[in-house]
């Protein structure tokens, strides 16, 4: 008898492991998720200050702008954002 059989044991498989179980597939069943679109009504950005657009930006939407920008660069952040 061979002094490392318990290692050799240690990597032998069983006979019960090898047995493989059959599993029938399940059918697949694919969902549709139609997703609404929202259309948001936007306010004339343009006749609003920069402080109306912040305030806007933050009670509407939860968008926090840079005021210290241009007022053209925030209606475009809060527009992309929004989006």
């Known amino acids: 008898m061979c002094p490392y059989t318990w290692f050799k044991n240690l990597f032998k498989r069983?006979?019960?492991?090898?047995?493989?179980?059959?599993?029938?597939?399940?059918?697949?069943?694919?969902?549709?998720?139609?997703?609404?679109?929202v259309v948001v009504e936007l306010p004339d950005f343009t006749e609003m200050t920069k402080l109306e657009i912040d305030i806007y930006a933050k009670s509407k939407h939860g968008i926090k702008l840079d005021r210290r920008k241009k007022k053209d660069t925030m209606i475009s952040e809060l527009i992309k954002q929004i989006k």
């Not at 006979?15 to 997703?35: D, I, L, R």
């Open 14 to 37: 069983k006979k019960e492991e090898t047995v493989a179980e059959v599993v029938e597939p399940q059918p697949v069943v694919e969902e549709k998720v139609v997703e609404e679109m």
